[in-house]
């Protein structure tokens, strides 16, 4: 499928989104509503497996929400579609690995749809921020997930300065899983794609549910969820046929035929 502003490219289990919105890849409220037709049409198509997301260029992956669309009456709490802003970041029932693919700037709500994927890949020229703070507002999804994700102090910093991170620091917080030449940027997340799209769905769904739904738990009380089959998706994957399938490929001595059921 090809849109102006949301180009996807589909190679076999892996979907590509590109964000193409020159000069800086910002996001209106038709763009957002965009994105999050994309993903929720990833989320339920059974063939898709694993989404990577990248922005067009080498010099932003997004400058995050368009401040030229706000001026033009666009509110911040307008209606971002299905996903909300940038398409995934309110998705419900996403439970596929999502990877970021960062090309260059992530800025503000751009920083904050990096923090809504699962792995992040970032060019060595990549940098991170949230200018939020000079404009007198707040990162909302950025303040509840960035001291989850990086040590508080650090999070904090970034929050209360504004300041920019380099991808190398990103990486020595734990921010970003690699940081890669960007000539390299999308063949290592093709290559990350294919090893994911090869693993079993049904337990990368059982993670992500298991992870969203028990973070605000206490330890017990969330091991009782899981091991008590009260999640849909460990249910449903205590019940599968792929559930077996590990078991049996390991006592044949061949590699296992995940099917997703």
Not at 13 to 25: C, G, I, M, Q, T
Request: proline residues 5%; negative net charge.
């Amino acid at each position: 499928m090809t849109d102006d502003v949301v180009r996807t490219r589909r190679d076999g289990a892996v979907l590509e989104v590109v964000l193409d919105r020159p000069k800086a890849n910002a996001i209106d409220v038709a763009t957002s509503r965009k994105m999050g037709d994309v993903f929720a049409a990833f989320r339920d198509d059974p063939d898709l497996r694993v989404a990577i997301i990248t922005g067009a260029g080498e010099t932003f992956f997004s400058a995050g929400w368009d401040l030229k669309a706000a001026a033009g009456g666009e509110v911040v709490d307008s209606d971002y579609g299905v996903g909300g802003f940038g398409g995934l970041q309110e998705l419900p029932g996403l439970d596929k690995p999502v990877i970021a693919a960062i090309n260059g700037m992530a800025v503000g709500g751009g920083f904050e749809i990096a923090l809504s994927t699962d792995l992040i890949l970032a060019a060595e020229h990549a940098r991170f921020c949230l200018p939020e703070i000079r404009a007198g507002t707040i990162a909302d999804a950025a303040t509840l997930k960035l001291p989850r994700r990086i040590p508080y102090h650090i999070a904090m910093d970034l929050l209360y300065t504004g300041r920019w991170m380099e991808a190398v620091e990103a990486a020595h917080w734990g921010l970003v899983n690699e940081v890669v030449p960007a000539d390299q940027l999308m063949t290592r997340a093709r290559e990350l794609a294919a090893l994911l799209a090869g693993g079993p769905p049904l337990v990368y769904a059982a993670i992500k549910e298991v992870l969203r739904e028990t973070q605000d738990l206490p330890f017990q009380d969330a091991l009782d969820r899981i091991t008590g089959r009260k999640l849909p998706s460990v249910d449903r994957l205590y019940s599968s046929d792929d559930h077996l399938e590990g078991p049996r490929a390991f006592a044949e001595k061949r590699d296992p035929v995940w099917k997703g059921r």
